[in-house]
Structures are given as C-alpha cells and as structure tokens.
C-alpha cells in the first residue's frame, strides 16, 4: 500500500504527482565520492539549498524519503490554495446580489470536482519540484530513508555518502494532542485532508489557528457544519487582537461554530460518527462529526536521523538547534526550514537556505536574525503581518507610535465592497522607523510586502508617504497611514512659523 497521503485517490492526477515527486522506477545513482553537500529533505529549503549550491558548481546530494516538494506541494501552501480558491468563488457567487448581479438557486460547490482541479493543479505545479528537474542540474537524487553514520558520511540504504558539508531540512509534521479516544476515532491532518473526494457534512476543526481559520472557512463555504475549537480566548492567539476579532466575525458568519477556551477531552465513536466531548469552563458540551481535523501546531521531523552519532542537540518542540548563522553544534552540519525555525513557512524557508548556501560553501556570516519575515493567513479577507507586534514591542523595550487606516475609509475598499480590515504600521516613537506592520483585507497577503521591502530597505514612513500610489487601490491605506505619521512632524513650533509665513502671503 502506498505511504503517501498526496497520491489518492489513485487517478490520473495522483499518477503525474507521483512520477515527479517520487518515480516508482527511480533508481538511485552510484555515489559520487566526497560531495560538498549532502542534503536531508526534498522540501522546499532542501531543494533551494541543493539547486543553489548545484549551480554554483558544488557536487551536492539531495536525499528524500516521500515526495519530493515536502509539506508545500503536497499538504500545505499548494492544495489549501486551490481549495480556498474555490470557497472564495462560492462566497462570491452568495454575495453578487449585493452587486446588482442576479443568480437563480441555490449555490453548491460540487465538493469532487473542486478536489479534482486541486490534485491536478498540483501535479500541473510538481515537475518545478520533481526529480528529473534535479537531476537535470546537477543534483544526485536519492530517495530512502537517510541518518548520520560517521561525522562526515550519511547512509541511504546501502549507500554512503560522505560530505564536506551537511544541511538537515526534514521539515515537520502535523502535533497530534493526546487526546483519549482520537486516534481510535479517527482524524484527519493536513497530511489527509486533501485525499478527501466526498465533502464531510459535517467536520469539527481541533485548533484555531491558521490552519485551523483557513481549512474551517473553506470547508464551511463548500458546504460542512463546521465546529472550530480552540484553547485560546481568541483565534489566530499569535496576531494582532483587532484582527483576530475580525477573523472570528468573518468565521462565525459563514456559519462556524467558533468554541474558543475550550478543550476537547475525548473522543469516542458512534458507529460512522465521531462524538468530542468538549470543556468550556465549568460547561460541558458534545460535538458530533463526521470527519475531524487536527490543527494544533507541528512537530520537527528529528527522529532516525542518527543526530546523535554526530554530536547534534535536538529536542521535539524546537527541532534541531542552530546558531545565528544556521549552523548546529556541529560545525560540518546546517539546518534550514522547519527543522530548526519558529517560522514555519515556506518563504522562511527559501529565505533561510539561501544563508545556508553562503555559509556552508563559502564561510559567508549571513545572519537568520537579520530576515524580515512576513507571515499571512489567508482567510477572508486576509490577515498579513510583518516585524513586531505591539506586546513584542513592549517585551523588547521599543516604544512604538502606530498609525491605523481602516478600509472603510479607502475608496476602492468602498467600491470593492471589501471595508472590513484595516492596516496598521509600527514606527520606533518619534520617528518613522518601521518596525512592524499588519494588515487586515481580502488580499493583505499581496500588500504586506510593500511593508517588508521598506523595512528591508530600511526606509522610513516619510518615503511611502512620498511614493506615488496609483488611484484607486486599497494599498493606498499604507500611503494614508503614512501621511498620518507626516502630520505629526508638524510641531507646535513649526506649525507658529507657518501661519506667521502664511499670514506674510496674504
């Protein structure tokens, strides 16, 4: 039986995914001595690592033990995507009566054709990742389990493979609670989600955080009695709390059951159902479903690595540990992605092999501390954020000015009949230093990296206020909130000093 959720069904979609991903004829090639880098994990900073350093002219190998394109490509960023594609399309189609636009019955999102188009698109993605693309740089390809046998050598099945340099980029996986009764029930993860051909009528969500928000809304969209539950008082308990609020206003109004200071205590099954006993308090409640959803964080892929026969330290919750540099406690051995970060995105991951490359190969000081990473949930409307919030700020000893403009007062927001967000930028106070931003709007993911290029670039608010933003879009907010930080350079003295020249004028 096939261990890799991404390819079922067995159709024509999950054929191509898995010729790319991992040839079922593929046959590993005879070492090629020494390499100058050996790379464990084919996800997304294993293949930036070993596609970078291959053209550099290194002699890399890249080791993989499921599919090639990790998490991204097949459970997380690719799938999601096309899945909340067609929620959002759903959503359109219920809300074009408030647009003048007429459509007649109900609207049903046929739940096997919209998973269809997501496991052929992202077969129609998966060659970019693929192993014949690899091996068409350069790249010795193996796939097989892979660990650490000597300081300097790491075994795929019979095979050797000694290296100058080493980069562990196994990524992580799906936290499962400890939860009586659940593995017994059943549950999904974001490993399984995506096998799904028939829509669950009804699905309950075990955590509200991004997972959680995005997958909820979408399957509440296609059609499922979604229940989200979460241990926090509030969704999304690592941004901003404004937007929170906003995200659960926009969850509960498409009908979720949002159930937050909660914790599920068991689960047991009711013939084809799956009953979770929920706490709320002193309440007590009972969630029936039919499929249940893990969402409550991701654990590091350390183990049978054989990181302790290198001297690597280790532990579950953070993975392995690197310095600032992204190199472990061995000096050969690196680490980039997941294994080793708190940002667990597909993006910090490029942007973290991208150092390991300088550091690895050329003895480069490219620091991960000096990254400015945004993250985003793309719920909807969205919500991006980028650099500190205000309760980091605090715990840092930042004073901070913000400066909100909220959507409703932005003319495309008001045409678009997208009013609900805002953007708030963070600026050191006093001046107009940013050091944090969030955005809250339906394409927010599209609009946080203006701020992170200003950031990146150390440019100040008085530079966006004089970047010409065309009209009308709803980026202008960042323009409104940075002529807000303008007018407050207007001092009392200066403000004298202007009438008197304008009262000279007259």
Same mark, same amino acid.
Request: hydrophobic content about 45%.
């Given at each position: 039986?096939?261990?890799?959720?991404?390819?079922?069904?067995?159709?024509?979609?999950?054929?191509?995914?898995? +010729?790319?991903?991992?040839?079922?004829?593929?046959?590993?090639?005879?070492?090629?001595?020494?390499?100058?880098?050996?790379?464990?994990?084919?996800?997304?900073?294993?293949?930036?690592?070993?596609?970078?350093?291959?053209?550099?002219?290194?002699?890399?190998?890249?080791?993989?033990?499921?599919? @090639?394109?990790?998490? &991204?490509?097949?459970?997380?960023?690719?799938?999601?995507?096309?899945?909340?594609?067609?929620?959002?399309?759903?959503?359109?189609?219920?809300?074009?009566?408030?647009?003048?636009?007429?459509?007649?019955?109900?609207?049903?999102?046929?739940?096997?054709?919209?998973?269809?188009? @997501?496991?052929?698109?992202?077969?129609?993605?998966?060659?970019?990742?693929?192993?014949?693309?690899?091996?068409?740089?350069?790249?010795?390809?193996?796939?097989?389990?892979?660990?650490?046998?000597?300081?300097?050598?790491?075994?795929?099945?019979?095979?050797?493979?000694?290296?100058?340099?080493?980069?562990?980029?196994?990524?992580?996986?799906?936290?499962?609670?400890?939860?009586?009764?659940?593995?017994?029930?059943?549950?999904?993860?974001?490993?399984?989600?995506?096998?799904?051909?028939?829509? %669950?009528?009804?699905?309950?969500?075990?955590?509200?955080?991004?997972?959680?928000?995005?997958?909820? +809304?979408?399957?509440?969209r296609c059609g499922s009695r979604v229940t989200l539950i979460g241990k926090?008082?509030?969704?999304?308990?690592?941004?901003?709390?404004?937007?929170?609020?906003?995200? $659960?206003?926009? @969850?509960?109004?498409?009908?979720?059951?949002?159930?937050?200071?909660? $914790?599920?205590?068991?689960?047991?099954?009711?013939?084809?159902?799956?009953?979770?006993?929920?706490?709320?308090?002193?309440?007590?409640? $009972?969630?029936?479903?039919?499929?249940?959803?893990?969402?409550?964080?991701?654990?590091?892929?350390?183990?049978?690595?054989?990181?302790?026969?290198?001297?690597?330290?280790?532990?579950?919750?953070?993975?392995?540990?690197?310095?600032?540099?992204?190199?472990?406690?061995?000096?050969?051995?690196?680490?980039?992605?997941?294994?080793?970060?708190?940002?667990?995105?597909?993006?910090?991951?490029?942007?973290?092999?991208?150092?390991?490359?300088?550091?690895?190969?050329?003895?480069?000081?490219?620091?991960?501390?000096?990254?400015?990473? %945004?993250?985003?949930?793309?719920?909807?409307?969205?919500?991006?954020?980028?650099?500190?919030?205000?309760?980091?700020?605090?715990?840092?000893?930042?004073?901070?000015?913000?400066?909100?403009?909220?959507?409703?007062?932005?003319?495309?927001?008001?045409?678009?009949?997208?009013?609900?967000?805002?953007?708030?930028?963070?600026?050191?106070?006093?001046?107009?230093?940013?050091?944090?931003?969030?955005?809250?709007?339906?394409?927010?993911?599209?609009?946080?990296?203006?701020?992170?290029?200003?950031?990146?670039?150390?440019?100040? @608010?008085?530079?966006?206020?004089?970047t010409i933003h065309p009209y009308p879009t709803q980026a202008e907010a960042?323009?409104?909130?940075?002529?807000? &930080?303008?007018?407050?350079?207007?001092?009392?003295?200066?403000?004298?000093?202007?009438?008197?020249?304008?009262?000279?004028?007259?």
């Amino acid at each position: 039986m096939n261990r890799h959720p991404a390819l079922f069904p067995a159709d024509e979609s999950s054929a191509k995914l898995e +010729q790319n991903a991992h040839p079922p004829d593929w046959v590993n090639p005879r070492p090629a001595g020494r390499y100058n880098l050996v790379v464990l994990g084919g996800g997304t900073a294993g293949l930036v690592t070993a596609a970078g350093a291959a053209g550099l002219g290194a002699r890399v190998a890249l080791v993989e033990r499921g599919l @090639l394109g990790g998490d &991204c490509l097949n459970y997380g960023c690719v799938p999601s995507k096309a899945l909340l594609r067609t929620a959002r399309a759903a959503a359109d189609v219920r809300q074009a009566a408030s647009f003048g636009v007429q459509s007649t019955g109900d609207v049903r999102v046929d739940f096997p054709a919209a998973m269809a188009r @997501l496991r052929r698109l992202r077969s129609d993605i998966s060659p970019h990742d693929g192993a014949q693309r690899f091996r068409g740089l350069g790249v010795d390809v193996f796939f097989g389990e892979a660990r650490f046998v000597a300081a300097d050598t790491v075994l795929v099945g019979d095979q050797h493979l000694p290296f100058r340099r080493a980069v562990i980029a196994t990524g992580s996986r799906a936290a499962v609670p400890d939860i009586h009764g659940l593995t017994e029930a059943g549950f999904l993860t974001n490993e399984t989600v995506f096998s799904l051909t028939d829509l %669950p009528p009804r699905l309950a969500i075990i955590g509200a955080g991004p997972i959680g928000c995005e997958l909820g +809304q979408a399957f509440a969209r296609c059609g499922s009695r979604v229940t989200l539950i979460g241990k926090h008082d509030r969704v999304l308990p690592r941004d901003d709390i404004e937007a929170a609020d906003i995200i $659960e206003a926009a @969850l509960r109004r498409d009908g979720i059951d949002v159930l937050l200071r909660a $914790e599920t205590t068991h689960v047991e099954p009711r013939g084809a159902l799956k009953v979770l006993a929920i706490r709320q308090g002193i309440g007590r409640r $009972e969630v029936i479903a039919d499929e249940i959803l893990v969402t409550t964080g991701r654990t590091a892929n350390v183990e049978g690595l054989g990181l302790e026969v290198v001297g690597v330290a280790y532990d579950e919750r953070r993975g392995v540990h690197v310095d600032d540099r992204l190199q472990t406690a061995n000096g050969r051995i690196f680490a980039a992605g997941d294994i080793c970060s708190s940002f667990k995105f597909t993006h910090a991951a490029d942007a973290m092999a991208r150092i390991v490359i300088q550091n690895a190969l050329f003895f480069g000081r490219a620091k991960a501390s000096r990254l400015v990473i %945004p993250w985003c949930t793309y719920t909807d409307p969205e919500v991006a954020h980028v650099g500190l919030l205000p309760a980091e700020a605090q715990q840092r000893g930042v004073e901070i000015d913000t400066y909100t403009e909220q959507l409703r007062d932005v003319d495309r927001a008001l045409l678009d009949g997208e009013t609900e967000g805002f953007i708030k930028i963070h600026v050191r106070r006093g001046g107009d230093k940013i050091v944090g931003a969030t955005v809250v709007a339906r394409h927010a993911g599209e609009m946080i990296s203006e701020m992170t290029l200003a950031m990146t670039a150390r440019a100040g @608010l008085g530079k966006l206020a004089r970047t010409i933003h065309p009209y009308p879009t709803q980026a202008e907010a960042i323009k409104h909130a940075a002529d807000a &930080c303008q007018r407050t350079r207007l001092t009392p003295r200066l403000k004298r000093w202007l009438d008197r020249w304008f009262c000279w004028l007259r």
